[in-house]
């Protein structure tokens, strides 16, 4: 019997196949106690497993470097590496074993239980659901001490992918799975910032996650429609709607090929306008995706994955290697690198400030301002590898001028100190500022005068505008880009820096946002920021645009005070 399960779309595209079911984890382990003459093979049985998966992974990693998976596999085969490295996992369910006579499997799954709480406990969406990479990594070592291998899944004979159906994907699964002619992935859990997500969009493969208990309802080998643009899953399709999928498949494909011959052309509108077309990237390696679409630049950033899962602060030097990889990657295109973005909920050096509500505490720049010697050590590496390239830094949740005036004075004191070590760097670094609270983009003034560019975090300031916090599933509903209390605000600060002569770009996730881009273009926006697989999309409906016409329509669309006949308005744009 067809039927239809909806979820939340996160790499579009149309896939037909047959489901091909992953086993969930296999973490609901005994617990028993050994003899005190075998705790030391218990250790040495643990230290083997890792091992074991420390080789694989880095066969891994060697087959992502040779170009058999993008940079995004890459970066978080490297995560699990770092985690299983790391001694707050391993080396803490080594202790475990020791001190209460547990078996390998049990500790290690209790020293992750643990550190999974404190992931959940952290703000930001990108690092919570890095929580998934912790549990992820374990389970690979659980499966080799309880002599379960994992299964690939067959090769099809039909001329139909597999599709893979999962309570969550690891980016290792997907090398595993990228010679089987994988079409698809629909998963239980996961969110827009997972890395079942983040690798799939990477590999143009469609994907729907948060389908709760697709697993459930679903049979091995059973007939598949993946609809990734509106995050529906058909399940056993009559022949008309298979029919009908199979055109708009088609269809899809064509379209990605002619977006491809976009890649080398300048974005401009009809009427001549030109647009900058920026790349978000997580990690390092993210920056080769971004050239790969001949982006203009990194327009943001993120530098949380140097401070995540770790008691110690990341040290100068290795905070310079990261940033001056990217500038080199970029080879002369503007990089700008967003200072540390994370709230006090994150335990780092054994301190730590419990908060009631930390989407409204001491996090981003509030948090640096508070860590002076940490803040410093960034901006320090920052200035070093600002003579690899054109390096920018972007200050996050900058709510007033004060923060500006402090953050400037620990810049220049960063500067000082590399000068009394006689390190070159570039004196004349831009700096900007994240309209990303209400109160900023009202009072934009101050920030014009004291900074060199502004940057629009949209999912921040829809969030804060909107008092809605969109990973909480009572009111994510709620959660409405185009409202017209946000677009009066994003048209507010892009008119407001024009003025003042400092460019203003979008970095949220509007700008990646085909059905947003005509709305932006007529507010006078003339910087995207988005992910690298996004700017292609973009780019051929900024070359549709007319630049001059849509002014027009967008002063009277922002006329309106309701959010149905706005949504109308725009699509009708």
Known sequence: MSFTVHGLAVSQGIAIGHAHLVSHALLEVAHFTVAPKHVEAEVARLHTAVARVKADLAGLKASSGSGAAPSEVDAFV???????????????????????????????VQQMELLVEQFEAIEDAYLRERKADVVQVVERVVKVLLGHPGHLPPKRKDGLGTIIVAHDLSPTDTIGFKDHAVAGFITDVGGPTGHTAIVARSLSIPAVVALRHIRHVVKDDELLIIDGTRGVVIVDPDERVLEEY???????????????????????????????????????????????????????????????????????????????????TMAGKPVTVRTLDIGADKELEGATRQEDNPALGLRAIRFCLAEPKMFLTQLRALLRASQFGKLKILIPMLASSHEIDQTLVLLDKAKAQLRERKIKFDEAVEVGGMIEVPAAALCLGAFTRKLQFLSIGTNDLIQYTLAIDRGNEAVAHLYNPLHPAVLKLIHLTIQTGTKAGIPVSVCGEMAGDPECTRLLIGMGLRQFSMHPAQILEVKQGILRAD?????????????????DRVREAVEKL
């Open 78 to 108: 490297g995560m699990h590496i770092m985690f299983l490295e790391d001694p707050m996992l391993v080396g803490a369910a080594e202790t475990l074993i020791r001190t209460r006579r547990a078996n390998a499997e049990w500790a290690l």
């Open 246 to 328: 199979r055109l708009r498949k088609a269809a899809v494909e064509l379209e990605r090929s002619r977006l491809k011959r976009l890649k080398s052309m300048p974005a401009a509108t009809l009427d001549g306008e030109p647009v900058q077309l920026l790349a978000n990237i997580e990690l390092p390696p993210d920056a080769s995706q971004a050239k790969s679409v001949e982006a203009d630049g990194v327009g943001l950033f993120r530098t949380e994955f140097l401070f995540m899962s770790r008691d110690t602060w990341p040290n100068e030097d290795e905070q310079f290697e990261a940033y001056k990889a990217v500038l080199k």
């Open 547 to 563: 630049a001059a016409d849509l002014t027009t329509k967008v002063q009277r669309l922002l006329k309106l005070d309701e959010p």
